[in-house]
C-alpha cells in the first residue's frame, strides 16, 4: 500500500514543489540504487521534506513528530502513505527507532534531519545524539543530503511564502561500520557527528573551522 501511493505521492508532489521554487538537484547518482542507507539532512523550512523525497528515487522512511499523525483526518491518512514514522520530539522514542530499524531490515531507506527540527535563522544547528546513535547502530550507508535556498522560500518564523531557487544536494555515502554496543556507540558518537557536519557543510560549499558537540 505504501509504495503504490508513496509512488503517486512523489510525482504529484515534486510538481508542486516546481510550482513553489525553482528547484536544482544534484548527486542523485549517490544514491544507492538498492539495499538499506540512511539519508541525512539539515532542516531550514517546511518544504525540505516536499522536495528532498520527491527528488530522491528510493522510498525513504523520514521521522515526523508524533503529534502531526493526530493533528486531523487528512494527516492520519496521508502521513503512513508517504512511509512517515511517528516520532516523539525531545526524548528518546524506541518505537520510532525500532520502526527504523525494521525498514532498513527490509532494504529500504530511512531519513533523518539531525537537527531534530527547522531552524529559527537557517544556520546548521547542533545534531541531536540519538539520530547518531540510530546511524552507528544500523551501521548501513549514510548520504548526506544539503538543502538551501527553502529558508529564504519559506522561513520558519512566518506563514509567509516566496518562490525563491533552491539547490537539493545528495553527497557520496559515508560509512561508520556497525556499533553493537552503547559504550561503542558513545565513545564513537561525537567523531561520527563531526564528520556529518562536515560533510554537509562540504555539500553547501562552506568549510567547517571546528567540531559542533551534539545536542540532547
Not at 528515487?57 to 503512513?80: C, D, E, I
Not at 535563522?121 to 544539503?146: N, Q, T
Not at 558513545?186 to 557527528?193: D, G, R, T, W, Y
Request: glycine share 8%; charged share 25%; with cysteine.
Amino acid at each position: 500500500m505504501v509504495s503504490g501511493w508513496y509512488a503517486f505521492f512523489r510525482v504529484a508532489l515534486r510538481w508542486i514543489g516546481r510550482v513553489l521554487t525553482r528547484c536544482r538537484v544534484s548527486g542523485r547518482s549517490h544514491i544507492p540504487r538498492e539495499g538499506p542507507f540512511i539519508l541525512v539532512a539539515n532542516h531550514e523550512s517546511i518544504l525540505d521534506p516536499l522536495l528532498i523525497q520527491t527528488n530522491c528515487r528510493r522510498t525513504v522512511h523520514f521521522f515526523a513528530k508524533s503529534t502531526q499523525f493526530g493533528a486531523n483526518a487528512v494527516f492520519r491518512w496521508f502521513l503512513p502513505r508517504v512511509a512517515a514514522i511517528p516520532a516523539r520530539r525531545y526524548r528518546v522514542d524506541p518505537q520510532s527507532v525500532r520502526t527504523a530499524l525494521r525498514a532498513l531490515e527490509r532494504g529500504d531507506g530511512v531519513g533523518i534531519y539531525l537537527e531534530g527540527e527547522r531552524s529559527w535563522e537557517g544556520a546548521l544547528r547542533p545534531f541531536r545524539r540519538g539520530s547518531i546513535r540510530l546511524i552507528l547502530k544500523a551501521g548501513v550507508p549514510v548520504v548526506p543530503c544539503h538543502v538551501s535556498g527553502t529558508y529564504d522560500a519559506w522561513p520558519r518564523w512566518t506563514r509567509s511564502r516566496w518562490r525563491s531557487t533552491v539547490h537539493v544536494r545528495y553527497g557520496e555515502p559515508l560509512h561508520f561500520g556497525v556499533h553493537e554496543t552503547r559504550g561503542a556507540r558513545e565513545s564513537a558518537l561525537e567523531p561520527a557527528a563531526d564528520r556529518l557536519r562536515q560533510a554537509l557543510l562540504a555539500l553547501a560549499g562552506e568549510r567547517p573551522d571546528r567540531p559542533w558537540p551534539t545536542g540532547a
